[in-house]
């Protein structure tokens, strides 16, 4: 299996063909060929080439896949007991390709810049087209139905008047009855009660020190 050990952005990756992997961003776009010529180290089975830094002539052919921004990460510092507290959030931008071939001797890459990657990218980043409604066609006026022949209406017999009831007797008013004069009922008198006479007061016995007295 050949393998290679390239270096960009800053970092190593053990890359194979067909791998895809995440690197820092690359300026290039979907479907470009990207070539990596700082190759540390190839390798085929127990066969490995170690380079002092880099291994001459060799490098390693890729597609370029897209740039996205990455998962948020959090930055919190803080310092106890000086009210010093602060969150901040970082989104890396990263760019993903696929290693296509491991070159060596000098080799030139035979990739071909992918014109799927490129067709599909356009169409992501195109705008999105405001679907707006056709006018409405007019509607062409309804032909005037012809008018229904009119049934010949069928002459009612005519219902013989019906006789004209006679008139009611008025009845006569009756004769008002005179108000029976109501005759003051006498109130019987009643006979005025003897008036007892007051009793009198009976006086109240002398004490003894008042006969003395009087002596």
């Given at each position: ?47 490995v ?16 896949l ?22 901040n ?22 990739l ?37 022949e ?22 006569a ?43």
């Amino acid at each position: 299996m050949n393998f290679a050990v390239i270096k960009t952005g800053g970092k190593q990756y053990k890359v194979a063909a067909n791998d895809v992997l995440k690197i820092e961003k690359l300026e290039a776009q979907a479907g470009d060929v990207v070539t990596f010529d700082q190759v540390l180290m190839v390798g085929n089975g127990d066969d490995v080439t170690v380079g002092a830094p880099l291994v001459e002539g060799a490098s390693v052919a890729a597609h370029f896949l897209g740039t996205k921004k990455q998962r948020t990460v959090l930055i919190i510092k803080k310092h106890r007991r000086q009210h010093f507290d602060r969150r901040n959030g970082h989104r890396q931008m990263l760019s993903t390709v696929r290693i296509g071939e491991i070159l060596i001797g000098g080799a030139k890459p035979t990739l071909v810049a992918d014109e799927k990657l490129r067709a599909k990218a356009a169409a992501e980043a195109a705008p999105v087209a405001v679907v707006t409604e056709a006018p409405a066609k007019p509607r062409k006026a309804a032909a005037p139905k012809a008018a229904p022949e009119a049934k010949a209406a069928k002459p009612k017999a005519e219902k013989p008047a019906a006789e004209a009831k006679a008139p009611k007797a008025e009845k006569a008013p009756k004769a008002a009855k005179p108000a029976a004069e109501k005759a003051p009922k006498a109130k019987a008198e009643k006979p005025a009660a003897d008036k007892k006479p007051a009793a009198k007061k009976k006086a109240a016995p002398k004490s003894p020190s008042d006969s003395a007295d009087q002596e």
